[in-house]
């Protein structure tokens, strides 16, 4: 196995293969806004003891607002497009359930370039309630599979995931800063090797390795 410093191939540019694409940019800042403000409604309403004049207001008023935007569609497919600090561009699935930036079902996770790879942030609600108090596994094999993914990613090798391999070290907890972290360990032909963590208070809860296979660009 080799491991490589720099991308081993540029990043298919996915408008060659008939997918749409949104540059970030073009997303309107109330779009990420409602995403936030319908996150924290999804919270809401898990964890309401509202009475049932309330909850009838509200589902009128959710009707209402489902009614005002549903007029006009996006494409399921598409992907954003960011770009880097070198002007090179990098691409992830708008409405991806992990990341998605327009997909309010999406934790709020933002993977970002640090040292060798990737880091976030982010703090859980109890939408993401596995055993009492501690965050979904489903939902941490999830986070470390989009970081891990988009690791290889960032590094120009986008592909799917071949296989992903987790061990739960410690319970993560919900409501409490999690850091996530993941690179690109080695590669070979189109396979491209990732391991991640996530950690709380500096501890690992949970780390785990991917194999990605690179998309095919050669068609
Ligand atoms: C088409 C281009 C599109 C352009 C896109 C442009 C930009 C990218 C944009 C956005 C990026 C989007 C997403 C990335 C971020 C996060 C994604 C989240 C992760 C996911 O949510 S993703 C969904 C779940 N994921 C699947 O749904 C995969 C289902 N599956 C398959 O689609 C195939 O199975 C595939 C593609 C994996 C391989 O198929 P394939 O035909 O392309 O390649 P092949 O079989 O030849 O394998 C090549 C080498 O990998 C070895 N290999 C293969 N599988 C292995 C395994 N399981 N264990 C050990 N080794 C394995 C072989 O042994 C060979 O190794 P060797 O080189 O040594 O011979």
Known sequence: MTVHDQPVAETPDPREFGLSVLP??????ELTALVADVRALVDAVAHTEAGPEDLAEAR????????RISGTR????ALMEQTRPDGTAEYGTLTNVVSGVT???SPP????RSGDGLRAEITLNGVYQGPPGLVHGGWIAAILDQALGGAASAAGMPGMTANLDVNYRSPTPLHAPLE??????????RKVFVSGEVRHNGTVTAEGTALMVRFDASG
């Open 109 to 112: 996770l933002q993977l970002e």
């Open 180 to 189: 996530v972290t993941a690179r690109v360990t080695g590669t070979e032909r």
């Open 24 to 29: 970030e940019h073009e997303i309107p800042s």
């Open 60 to 67: 009128a008023s959710v009707a209402a607002a489902t009614e």
């Open 74 to 77: 996006r494409e399921t497919g």
């Open 103 to 105: 997909n309010p079902a």
